[in-house]
């Protein structure tokens, strides 16, 4: 069953979006070639902590680590390291969730690390676009088959696949609630959305092909190939004629 947040839900889950980008203002900067991705994570648990909510991806599962920071061929849930030192032409990825006052925040971005090649920076837009495409068909009465097949649709014209095992999902007073949603799909099928839906919407594009193994540490996500992925996600709002990025401003 998917929610429909109230009006008093809603307005707690702008307060944990603002947490959520709070993060992106204070870590991003210090994305830079020389800092490990333990550092970044424990930056951001500090904004998280200091902001009055809680680093709720810590032990979730079992996962060890405060955020994801996943880097390179590293799509998802990379585990924080005191040795993975970040250098030039790296791309690595936060995902972070915040809870605060019951509610969630969540959101990834992906970082170029110092110089950085054309071709992942490239990567890093279309991901991105990915999502903008994406959600510009979200509004009440849409169905969500609609959002996945743009989003398919971006990457695969620009020479990319998307993951097939991790999808986007509904958020708010849990880190997972229904609907699931892959980043690909057929427009016109799925579920219908309405107004006072949240969604993680969280394209996840590979720059080879859409392979995937587990590395030994039981989370991180890698490509089959080694080459890079990125990563970029906002929650969501499903509004009457459109919607709301609940996570890109901490100014609320």
Known sequence: MINIKSPREIELMRKAGALTAKVF???????QPGVTTKFLAQKAKEVIVNGGGICVEEGYGG???EICVSVNECIVHGVPSETKVLKDGDVVSLDVVSLLNGYMGDACRTYAVGICGEDKLRLIKVTEECFWNGVSHIKEGV???DVQEAIQKTAESNGYSVVREYTGHGIGHEMHEDPYIPNYGKAGTGPILRAGMTLAIEPMVMSGKPAIRILRDGWSAVAKDGKPNAHYENTILVTKDGYEVLTLHSDI
Request: hydrophobic content about 45%.
């Open 63 to 65: 996962f060890p680590g």
């Open 143 to 145: 169905h969500l088959g």
């Open 25 to 31: 203002e204070v870590v991003g900067p210090l994305v």
